[in-house]
Nanobody, 124 residues
Framework: QVQLVESGGGLVQAGDSLRLSCAAS????????VGWFRQAPGKEREFVAA????????RYADSVKGRFTISVDNAKNTVYLQMNSLKPEDTAVYYC?????????????????WGQGTQVTVSS
């Protein structure tokens, strides 16, 4: 049983930083992809970033390029999302998800397992 547990969300001011964590358990994630998505109130869940489990490949949404960094610690089975220069429009529930394939998809339907989410609120 795959389990994904997000943590690290909170309330910050515009310009601040946060680091989200996604702790994965339940099986080997070798050759899998982990993605971060977010969902703001009244909006659809959107892609933020993805990384191969080896850490060799990454992909970002245009809206976060240059501000967010995704990384993986294989020893800890944890994926991180470092978020810098946060903006009020980054406010959302952030979810991590696992895709059992090797392609870094942006489409949420390609991901097989999801965490429960962590709230990020950025005040202006």
């Amino acid at each position: 049983q795959v389990q994904l547990v997000e943590s690290g969300g909170g309330l910050v001011q515009a310009g601040d930083s946060l680091r989200l964590s996604c702790a994965a358990s339940g099986r080997s994630f070798f050759n899998y992809v982990v993605g971060w998505f977010r969902q703001a109130p009244g909006k659809e869940r959107e892609f933020v970033a993805a990384i191969s489990w080896s850490g060799g490949s990454t992909r970002y949404a245009d809206s976060v390029k240059g501000r967010f960094t995704i990384s993986v610690d294989n020893a800890k089975n944890t994926v991180y999302l470092q978020m810098n220069s946060l903006k009020p429009e980054d406010t959302a529930v952030y979810y991590c998800a696992v895709d059992r394939g090797r392609t870094l998809y942006e489409e949420r339907g390609k991901y097989d397992y999801w965490g429960q989410g962590t709230q990020v609120t950025v005040s202006s």
